[in-house]
């Protein structure tokens, strides 16, 4: 039957539409008994009417296939299509986890926003999403008015396509400019500057991959819009022949980032297509640093990325300010009565504005840290570290709890006294518990210990065994920002465990303390304050 269907082209928009239906209903049906040849033809031939299928019939179909559709590759094609027709398949598809897991990759922010809205799927499947970033996070959506199913036919499309928004949203930009200024900061100074690397794009412009350069430098930024002012992008050029399809040849480039990475680069690229249906997929190319004749002459000197850092720093702070002040205004009730939904959802807001909030305080410390030589510290400036771990278990006992796990910090030596800021230290241990709780298995126990040993009384350590999930990633890969082990928890989804490290190593090092990578322990070591065996043997002595 499919066959016949192909075979005839349609006349007009009301065999286009038949054609759509038919084709859709058939593949639910029964796509996972057809031929890998038919298969492919029926979504090259949906992929070809698309175009031509209102809006409002693609939804229909969503909508009915979406009730008895088991067929991934349908589901995939129609995830991928305009949010109204991706919402009315995704609420309420119906497919196995090893379907959902292999579909994943292949679906756009909006999709798997959509998706991480849902309750009902596998935690395998919700633990994917979480581990794909900001983009899988769902703001509440309202009810879609369920309209009579239209006769028989669905949806159904093309091979899975890794197809992303057009624009990029607000929050993906804002995630990927701190990812880049955290990747800045921690980069080691010494590091030889890059001359080249390697990206892909995908058909949105956005780029996806690359290699030879930190992803946080590159990831995110779009080819196919011009950067105005300076700001990282491409320039006009690049975004016209991406317009056109065309080959792309010398195009100018600007990046941020550690100072190996940021400034102009040169880039050539060739736009891909999918050799089965030949869609268009996006571009794959090359940058250079320009040579010396191919820059203006007289062009400013980059601005200082510490202050990038802070003004960015400042342009967060304000907006969320004002959400967190609404939020309180509903869950207070300060103008009238809210309805105990609304105010759920605002109490939920003023707790994630909290965590964001936290996280900006801690980017502050990080560049203030780096930027400038830490200060020696006074009398006042000496913490006590088994009364800072006590107090971060006791606040991370609700998280413990609902994670399954267990925490054992045992104690060698003493007394634990630290030359660091008391409040820099419970941010760094609390940091570095939180993001290992984080990636821990449910039912493990978190093991470590804090040590003074009388031999390095110079240094206070508190080591902790790698969990399971880490236990064989290398320092390289834990200290990398975007860094995400699998199975790591939705509550580390703000920060990733790579970003955490980092953060916690900067805030360390402002101290004079660091964080090591060892084969089976993280240990942080803070400078201590301990009096030194060898002076109290003077004193004794001299008594």
Same mark, same amino acid.
């Given at each position: 039957?499919i066959?016949?269907? $192909?075979?005839?082209?349609?006349k007009?928009?009301?065999?286009?539409?038949a054609?759509?239906?038919?084709?859709?209903d058939?593949?639910?049906?029964?796509?996972?008994?057809l031929?890998?040849?038919?298969?492919r033809?029926?979504?090259?031939a949906l992929?070809?009417?698309?175009?031509?299928?209102?809006e409002k019939v693609?939804r229909?179909?969503?909508?009915?296939?979406?009730?008895?559709?088991?067929?991934?590759?349908?589901?995939?094609?129609?995830?991928?299509?305009?949010?109204?027709?991706?919402t009315?398949?995704?609420?309420?598809?119906?497919?196995s986890?090893?379907?959902?897991?292999?579909?994943?990759?292949?679906?756009?922010?909006?999709?798997?926003?959509?998706?991480?809205?849902?309750?009902?799927l596998?935690?395998?499947?919700r633990r994917?999403?979480?581990?794909?970033g900001?983009?899988?996070v769902? $703001?509440?959506?309202?009810e879609?008015?369920?309209?009579e199913a239209?006769?028989?036919?669905?949806i159904?499309?093309?091979?899975?396509?890794?197809?992303?928004?057009a624009i990029?949203?607000?929050?993906?930009?804002l995630?990927?400019?701190?990812?880049?200024?955290?990747?800045?900061?921690?980069?080691p100074?010494?590091r030889?500057?890059?001359?080249?690397f390697?990206?892909?794009?995908g058909?949105?412009? $956005?780029?996806?991959?690359?290699?030879?350069i930190?992803?946080?430098?590159?990831?995110?930024?779009?080819?196919?819009?011009?950067?105005?002012g #300076?700001?990282?992008?491409?320039? #006009?050029?690049?975004?016209?022949?991406?317009?056109?399809?065309?080959?792309?040849?010398?195009?100018?480039?600007?990046?941020?980032?550690a100072?190996?990475?940021?400034?102009?680069?040169?880039?050539s690229?060739?736009?891909w297509?999918?050799p089965?249906?030949?869609?268009f997929? #996006?571009?794959r #190319?090359?940058?250079?640093?320009?040579?010396?004749?191919?820059?203006?002459?007289?062009r400013?000197?980059?601005?200082?990325?510490?202050?990038?850092?802070?003004?960015?720093?400042?342009?967060?702070?304000?907006?969320?300010?004002?959400?967190?002040?609404?939020?309180?205004?509903?869950?207070g009730?300060?103008?009238?009565?809210?309805?105990?939904?609304?105010?759920a959802?605002?109490?939920?807001?003023?707790?994630?504005?909290?965590a964001?909030?936290?996280?900006?305080?801690d980017?502050e410390?990080?560049?203030r840290?780096?930027s400038a030589p830490?200060?020696?510290?006074?009398?006042?400036?000496?913490?006590d570290i088994?009364?800072?771990?006590?107090?971060v278990?006791?606040?991370?006992?609700?998280?413990?709890?609902?994670?399954?796990?267990d925490?054992?910090?045992?104690?060698?030596?003493?007394?634990?006294?630290?030359?660091?800021?008391?409040?820099?230290s419970?941010?760094?241990?609390?940091?570095?518990?939180t993001?290992?709780?984080?990636?821990s298995?449910?039912?493990?126990?978190?093991?470590?210990?804090l040590?003074?040993?009388?031999g390095?009384d110079?240094?206070?350590?508190?080591?902790v065994v790698?969990?399971?999930?880490?236990?064989?990633?290398?320092?390289?890969? $834990?200290?990398?920002?975007g860094?995400?082990p699998?199975?790591?928890?939705?509550?580390?989804?703000?920060l990733?465990l790579?970003?955490?490290?980092?953060?916690?190593?900067?805030?360390?090092?402002?101290?004079?303390?660091?964080l090591?990578?060892?084969h089976?322990?993280?240990?942080?070591?803070?400078?201590?304050?301990?009096?030194?065996?060898?002076?109290?043997?003077?004193?004794?002595q001299?008594?």
């Amino acid at each position: 039957m499919i066959a016949t269907i $192909l075979r005839q082209a349609p006349k007009d928009r009301r065999g286009t539409v038949a054609a759509w239906r038919q084709i859709s209903d058939i593949l639910a049906q029964r796509g996972n008994q057809l031929g890998d040849d038919d298969i492919r033809r029926s979504f090259h031939a949906l992929a070809v009417l698309r175009p031509e299928v209102p809006e409002k019939v693609r939804r229909e179909c969503a909508q009915a296939i979406a009730r008895h559709g088991r067929f991934a590759p349908l589901v995939a094609f129609y995830a991928n299509d305009v949010p109204a027709v991706s919402t009315a398949m995704l609420r309420r598809a119906r497919l196995s986890e090893v379907d959902w897991l292999a579909m994943l990759p292949a679906t756009a922010a909006t999709a798997r926003s959509i998706l991480a809205g849902r309750d009902d799927l596998p935690v395998s499947v919700r633990r994917a999403l979480a581990s794909l970033g900001a983009g899988s996070v769902a $703001l509440p959506q309202p009810e879609i008015a369920v309209e009579e199913a239209p006769p028989p036919v669905e949806i159904v499309v093309e091979q899975p396509a890794a197809v992303a928004d057009a624009i990029p949203s607000q929050i993906s930009e804002l995630v990927r400019r701190i990812d880049k200024y955290q990747s800045a900061r921690a980069q080691p100074a010494a590091r030889a500057p890059r001359t080249d690397f390697l990206f892909e794009t995908g058909a949105d412009g $956005l780029i996806c991959w690359v290699d030879g350069i930190t992803r946080g430098a590159a990831i995110g930024l779009s080819i196919a819009e011009s950067a105005l002012g #300076g700001e990282p992008g491409a320039d #006009g050029a690049a975004a016209g022949a991406f317009r056109q399809r065309a080959e792309i040849i010398n195009a100018r480039m600007i990046l941020e980032g550690a100072a190996s990475e940021s400034g102009e680069w040169r880039f050539s690229a060739l736009p891909w297509f999918d050799p089965a249906t030949g869609q268009f997929r #996006g571009y794959r #190319g090359s940058a250079r640093r320009p040579q010396q004749s191919e820059i203006p002459y007289g062009r400013p000197a980059a601005v200082e990325s510490g202050d990038s850092i802070r003004q960015l720093i400042h342009e967060l702070r304000s907006p969320l300010n004002a959400i967190s002040g609404f939020s309180q205004i509903i869950s207070g009730q300060m103008f009238g009565p809210v309805s105990a939904t609304y105010r759920a959802m605002a109490e939920t807001i003023v707790a994630d504005a909290a965590a964001v909030q936290a996280i900006i305080d801690d980017l502050e410390t990080a560049a203030r840290a780096v930027s400038a030589p830490p200060p020696e510290p006074g009398p006042s400036e000496i913490a006590d570290i088994d009364a800072v771990m006590a107090q971060v278990q006791g606040d991370l006992s609700s998280l413990l709890a609902e994670q399954h796990v267990d925490m054992s910090i045992s104690r060698v030596g003493g007394p634990f006294l630290a030359r660091a800021n008391d409040a820099n230290s419970r941010r760094m241990i609390g940091r570095l518990l939180t993001a290992l709780v984080d990636i821990s298995e449910p039912g493990a126990t978190l093991v470590g210990q804090l040590v003074t040993e009388p031999g390095h009384d110079d240094m206070l350590q508190l080591r902790v065994v790698r969990p399971l999930a880490i236990r064989f990633a290398t320092a390289a890969d $834990l200290l990398d920002p975007g860094y995400s082990p699998e199975g790591e928890a939705p509550g580390a989804a703000i920060l990733s465990l790579g970003f955490s490290l980092r953060l916690v190593d900067s805030l360390a090092r402002g101290a004079g303390g660091r964080l090591d990578i060892g084969h089976n322990a993280l240990t942080l070591h803070l400078p201590s304050a301990n009096p030194r065996a060898d002076t109290e043997l003077g004193i004794q002595q001299s008594e």
